[in-house]
């Protein structure tokens, strides 16, 4: 059979348009037509720009041309896909190049391991060292193109083509760039080939070189100008069947290996480059894991405080529900009393489910022991404060229901107040403190609670109720009160009492709206909750803001990254890799700047919150679904901008991109 069968074959080449101006055609073929049989040894010669290459490209399935009939094995080119076309390229066809085209900085075997491992043959490192044996090179296995001679290059070059046992070679110039004496060891190994049945197309326009082959094809103005045989004895060891070509899987496990390493030896050789690029995702994912931990933090603590005041409190406070906690000055009735408190606890006896009720009332005083005095917040309050609000003092006690009835002037120290009035180390229970110049004796020191978000909470000082209000302040209305109820479901019931009672003794009519508000923890709760939501979603906002410019990030280092490697593209291509695998080698190149900046990021953040936690005492919280979340966005990253760049190469036609300077 008839390995290779044109008919009229012609090539133009447009030229792109420019400024407007008309771009002038090249004709480079004008209808060749040519046959090659299985086990020919043809040389085409011609002057410089006669379309010798042109042909060759077109022969060796790198290229199409623009009209004419080509049947490779029978099999019309015209009519297969690109896909089918890199398949017959990578079992049938050998090319080797005038500048040799191997990798930079990849061994000798690693460049001839390639073809195998794009047509996925098992073994591939055995059989590209038996073949590298095969042309001479088995002591330079392992030496990178730069490190080897141009005749060794060649050689090497050579081993590639044949290493997955093509039926036809096609070498262009290939002895153009190598001496005389490596030009011989070339032609030698050709012609061995040739002797096992391979074909061989060569293109030369050195006589001597020439002279190696059975036929020689003279070529001028892309048109056949001679043909002419030494000896037509074709030796046809097997005979060629039409090929069939087969689907194979997308990746196996040596291209997978040969892509993470090509993606990590990318990224180390612009070892500056991919740092910078990586940086809008380390900064973002960082960011995100640190405001996360702030913000798990933070609710974790407010949860926590919740807690100890349990969950069957209600609050009652003057004003409106509507109006918030603004408080309306006007009239008696929009208070809250010493006796609606009593009032409710009464209810008790007609079977409302209170059990407890505690009164506040606060207030800024100035307070005076000795020498020293400290402006502080008043906190008036019934005895059972110190149960419901765990507040034991440490040191002393606190004061009793009967102390609280009797009026009595005595007082309990928060930490920061005690502190300013008190010697280091100064027992001050049974002192006596003026508190706004009214003689007070001191009973205890309450435990620190630690600063919050709304100030230092151990900058107080505790009196009973009905002293704070009569004795310092000269107040007849309550700040608030809470209500502590028997279980979680009775608070509706409660609820209901109460404001029946409130709204009776405020004597307010049916239309009027309550002068109170009665709050529950739950109610508090999803107050706080829809506060996180809201932050949640800023963070949200944070993260998709900066990842989105990581991401762009990398997309514009992978076309970067793309441009520069068109050529490599190219050769890979000749080589027998598809569409999908150049796809491939490119996201997951992509994806890897994305995981790597993604887990640094995570570490980053990981070490701010800490800090943070450290330097400020403020709670942080690192949840694993904040690191695993961040990790995958990291990944999705890589693949949703890293698509375009690697779609954009895998696009790339082989012979223009192999072209490309
Ligand atoms: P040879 O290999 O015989 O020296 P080529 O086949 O490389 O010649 O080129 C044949 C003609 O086609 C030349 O005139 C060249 O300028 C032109 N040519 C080759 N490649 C291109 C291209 N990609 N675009 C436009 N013109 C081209
Ligand atoms: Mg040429």
């Not at 012609?10 to 090659?36: F, M």
């Not at 009973?464 to 209000?469: D, E, F, G, H, L």
């Not at 979680?488 to 609820?495: N, P």
């Not at 000749?574 to 992509?590: H, K, M």
Request: aromatic letters at 6%.
């Amino acid at each position: 059979m008839n390995l290779i069968h044109i008919h009229n074959l012609k090539k133009i080449y447009k030229p792109e348009v420019k400024n407007g101006e008309q771009a002038i055609e090249v004709q480079a073929l004008q209808g060749v037509n040519l046959t090659i049989s299985q086990g020919e040894y043809v040389s085409i010669m011609g002057p410089s720009g006669s379309g010798k290459s042109t042909l060759m490209q077109i022969l060796g399935l790198l290229d199409r041309p623009t009209s004419g009939e080509y049947l490779f094995l029978g099999k019309d080119v015209s009519k297969l896909s690109g896909e089918e076309l890199a398949y017959l390229r990578s079992r049938y066809v050998g090319f080797v190049f005038q500048f040799f085209n191997l990798l930079a900085r990849t061994s000798a075997l690693e460049n001839v391991e390639l073809p195998l491992i794009y047509s996925h043959v098992p073994q591939s490192k055995t059989k590209a060292q038996k073949v590298l044996t095969q042309v001479g090179l088995q002591d330079r296995l392992h030496h990178a193109p730069h490190q080897l001679s141009g005749g060794q290059q060649q050689r090497v070059a050579i081993a590639r083509a044949l290493v997955n046992n093509p039926k036809i070679i096609f070498a262009d110039e290939p002895t153009g760039n190598v001496n005389q004496e490596q030009a011989k060891e070339i032609m030698k190994t050709l012609s061995i080939l040739h002797a096992q049945g391979v074909t061989i197309v060569l293109v030369t326009h050195d006589p001597q070189v020439a002279s190696h082959a059975e036929r020689t094809i003279k070529i001028v103005d892309g048109k056949i100008f001679s043909d002419e045989s030494k000896k037509i004895t074709p030796r046809v060891h097997e005979e060629l069947k039409p090929p069939q070509i087969k689907k194979f899987g997308l990746m196996n496990s040596a291209e997978m290996k040969e892509n993470f390493k090509m993606a990590v030896g990318s990224l180390k050789l612009n070892k500056l480059r991919t740092g910078l690029t990586m940086l809008g995702i380390i900064i973002g994912v960082a960011a995100v894991i640190t405001m996360v931990a702030l913000g798990q933090g933070a609710q974790k603590s407010i949860e926590e405080s919740l807690k100890s005041l349990g969950s069957n409190l209600l609050m009652i406070r003057p004003g409106s529900p509507k109006l918030g906690h603004v408080r309306r000055e006007s009239g008696d009735s929009t208070r809250i009393t010493l006796e609606d408190a009593k009032a409710i606890k009464s209810l008790k006896e007609v079977g409302l489910p209170i059990d407890d009720i505690s009164t506040e009332v606060t207030g800024q005083v100035q307070v005076v022991y000795g020498n020293k005095n400290w402006n502080t917040r008043l906190q008036g309050v019934s005895a059972n404060y110190a149960e419901l609000h765990a507040s034991n003092p440490t040191i002393g006690r606190f004061f009793s229901e009967a102390e609280n009835e009797t009026k009595k002037r005595v007082c309990v120290l928060g930490k920061t107040v005690y502190e300013n009035l008190f010697e280091n180390g100064q027992n001050p229970v049974g002192s006596i403190i003026k508190i706004n110049r009214v003689n007070f004796k001191v009973l205890g020191i309450l435990p620190a609670k630690g600063g919050s978000a709304w100030g230092d909470r151990d900058d107080v000082i505790v009196t009973p109720v009905t002293t704070a209000m009569q004795r310092i302040l000269g107040k007849d209305y309550l700040n608030s009160m809470d209500v502590q109820v028997t279980d979680a479901e009775s608070m509706d019931r409660a609820i209901a009492g109460i404001s029946e009672l409130l709204r009776k003794k405020h004597r307010l009519s049916q239309g009027q709206e309550d002068d109170f508000s009665i709050r529950n923890m739950a109610e508090i709760q999803e107050a706080l909750s829809s506060t996180t939501k809201i932050m949640a979603l800023l963070l949200g906002a944070i993260a998709a803001i900066s990842l989105f410019v990581g991401g762009i990030g990398i997309m514009n280092i992978m076309l970067v990254s793309v441009k520069e490697r068109t050529k490599e593209i190219g050769l890979r291509k000749a080589l027998g890799a598809r569409q999908s695998d150049v796809l491939l080698q490119f996201l997951i190149e992509a994806i890897m700047i994305g995981l790597v900046g993604g887990a640094i990021g995570i570490f980053m953040g990981g070490i701010s919150s800490f800090s943070i936690n450290i330097i400020f005492g403020w709670a942080t919280h690192i949840s694993i679904s904040a690191v695993i979340i961040s990790f995958l966005f990291s990944f999705a990253i890589g693949v949703i901008f890293g698509f375009w760049p690697a779609r954009q190469a895998s696009l790339l036609s082989p012979i223009e991109a192999l072209r490309y300077e």
